[in-house]
């Protein structure tokens, strides 16, 4: 996993209120915006860059010595473009039994920092996502923080890569049927 | 409600509250799986002196430690003292474990090395009568490393029977044998664990419509009506697999669960017999199950058919009893060790998007199993008298008939439209509990 640092640590970090972090902050809320209403697709095609690397890294729990527990090499995710391509029109069969009745999922995206590194944006951010299903009364909920690369391409910008750190170990949810 | 079982299980019928029912939960954690061999680690896992992973065994939490002798030991995660947890991480590599309450400290094969002033305190108590205790048994076959709590249990060898014969034909093809992609993926399901182990015992014809989103995305080169084609196999007792493949020869493969030409060209039968090569080399697909809770699954896989076509996919698994209606996945990737890193790297990544948590196969699983352990819970399944039906294959049930030109162990029914494979799971389960 690439080093991460903080934006606060660093003379590029973008403050808040300017152009730069607007943007970034925009970018963020029409993404979440666009995945809980459904709208993978448009995700897909619109925002993400078509090289895009993003992963959902496997986390244990270790001795505080031992790091904070994700493990190199290690997944729930690890997705390309295609394959980003592939689930989203599997999400769209007649057959995908997760899909229909529909869950209700909102994202609450928060603490959003973001640092220029000539080229690229690193940001990142917290994430909560909400989901139920039929009659659930209690939510699955998946808490964690996104680090993510953002890039302009032909003037907007768009997700090249994208590493997922969940604030768990065990999932408390029977599948990760949507995207983080 | 055992003896409900017992009475309609020859008629194929199984008593939907055995996939909710707490009672039987309870007895479960004694009859089954304080007493069968269950799975809990791979060797590739703890390779060196000092590595440990922290496994389950029923509920309870089990110290997986490769030891300095260079055995491995498997230790009941409890404090002699006062039963606290001394080994507080998944994983790791250690000398010794320390109790945090008061200190009791214990070496990699669990004897009590010490405490805190030991001489005013415990001086003249038994060290070697206050060690970490041991699970009863442990065994290792292909460096899948088993354990028993039971002192009386048979042999690993014994207790897989024929089972081993096909568990050679996933991880026994090479003097290499297979390695440990990454940890476990572990999340949790509101399920009976039974749900998940009887699927693997050789549900197919759940491919046709809970996982028919996956041809929409070319996940699997084979069709549904070619991949019903092949055997279910009752391997012992217990013990149950499934193989997809061509029944007349005609090469409909892929070869050997669409693993490398490069890798399946060291696959000799230096390791394994003729018939066994023979075997593996026609599957397209093994799916099996290892009573209780250990699954098996061999097949080709591709999470992206635009980019990459379909390529082996090596996994295990156990279903890790929380509750009657709970449970927690342990998932396992694994690649033979003389594969390339770049097919390991392919065939994992076929994995995620296929056959994890996050793949196109597993994602669609959890729901007919949650809805199954809230019929297992429910009043209306006792009141209204609901017996779930295990019958297809069953004489005057199917077309599915004996294959007795099979050339393997146990009994193989064909084609695999059948469920004589889930009612010997139930056959034995209902045996163990009883017992």
């Known amino acids: 996993m690439e080093a991460v640092t903080s934006p606060f640590r660093s003379d590029a970090h973008l403050r808040p209120g300017s152009p730069l972090h607007n943007e970034v902050v925009e970018w963020m809320h029409l993404e979440a915006e666009l995945l809980d209403d459904g709208h993978e697709r448009e995700w897909l095609q619109t925002l993400v860059s078509r090289d895009v690397v993003y992963q959902v890294l496997l986390r244990q729990t270790r001795r505080r010595a031992d790091g904070p527990g994700f493990v190199e090499g290690g997944f729930h995710l690890d997705e390309r473009y295609g394959s980003l391509s592939s689930r989203i029109t599997r999400n769209g069969s007649a057959w995908a039994w997760t899909e229909d009745p529909p869950p209700r999922t909102r994202r609450f995206v928060a603490n959003i920092r973001a640092w220029d590194r000539g080229g690229d944006l690193a940001v990142r951010s917290n994430l909560l996502v909400y989901r139920t299903r039929g009659d659930q009364t209690q939510p699955h909920l998946l808490s964690g923080e996104r680090h993510d690369g953002l890039r302009r391409e032909h003037g907007s910008l768009r997700l090249h890569r994208r590493i997922v750190l969940l604030d768990l170990s065990v999932l408390g949810v029977p599948n990760l049927a949507y995207l983080l | ?435």
Not at chain 2, 380 to 407: I, K, S
């Open chain 2, 1 to 435: 409600m055992l003896d409900e079982l017992e009475r309609l299980l020859p008629a194929g019928r199984v008593p939907a509250a055995v996939f909710g029912d707490e009672d039987l939960y309870r007895r479960e954690l004694r009859a089954v799986f304080a007493r069968c061999w269950v799975f809990v680690a791979h060797e590739s896992e703890i390779p060196v002196p000092g590595s440990f992973v922290r496994r389950k065994i029923g509920e309870d939490g089990f110290i997986v430690v490769r030891n300095d002798s260079g055995g491995i030991s498997v230790l009941f995660d409890a404090c002699r003292h006062r039963g606290v947890q001394v080994c507080r991480a998944d994983a790791g590599r250690t000398k010794h474990f320390r109790c945090p309450y008061h200190g009791w400290i214990y070496d990699t094969r669990g004897r009590l090395l010490g405490a805190p002033e030991w001489t005013t305190a415990l001086e003249g108590m038994c060290r070697e009568d206050n060690g970490l205790l041991p699970a009863a048994q442990i065994a290792t076959r292909h460096g899948l490393v088993f354990a028993t709590l039971d002192a009386a249990a048979p042999s690993l060898d014994a207790y897989l029977g024929d089972m081993s014969w096909y568990l050679d034909l996933v991880f026994g093809l090479n003097e290499h044998g297979v390695e440990v992609l990454a940890p476990p993926q572990r999340f949790v399901i509101d399920a009976n664990w039974k749900s998940a182990a009887e699927n693997f015992c050789g549900d197919d014809y759940h491919l046709g419509t809970l996982h028919r989103s996956v041809w929409d995305v070319g996940a699997f080169p084979v069709s549904f009506q070619d991949d019903m084609t092949g055997y279910h196999i009752q391997a012992a007792p217990g013990h149950s697999l499934s193989l997809s493949m061509a029944v007349d020869g005609a090469g409909a493969g892929p070869e050997f669960y669409g693993l490398p030409g490069a890798v399946t060209a060291t696959f000799g039968p230096e390791r394994v017999t003729p018939t066994q090569l023979a075997i593996a080399r026609r599957s397209r697909v093994f799916v099996g199950n290892v009573f209780p809770n250990f699954s098996v699954l061999a097949q080709p896989a591709t999470e992206d058919a635009g980019s990459h076509p379909a390529t082996g996919v090596l996994a295990f698994r156990t279903w890790q009893p929380l509750g009657p209606a709970r449970m927690e996945v342990w998932s396992w990737f694994c690649a033979y060790r003389n594969m390339t890193e770049d097919e390991k790297r392919r065939s994992y990544r076929a994995a995620l998007g296929t056959v994890s948590v996050g793949g196109c196969f597993d994602m669609d699983d959890a729901e007919p199993w949650i809805a199954t352990s809230h019929t297992g819970r429910s009043v209306a399944a006792g009141v209204l008298g609901l017996e779930l039906n295990y019958q297809m294959g069953m004489p005057g049930t199917g077309r599915a008939r004996r294959a007795d030109d099979w050339p393997g162990p146990g009994i193989a029914v064909t084609p695999r439209y059948e469920e004589g494979v889930q009612r010997n799971f139930f056959a034995f389960y209902s045996q163990m509990m009883r017992s």
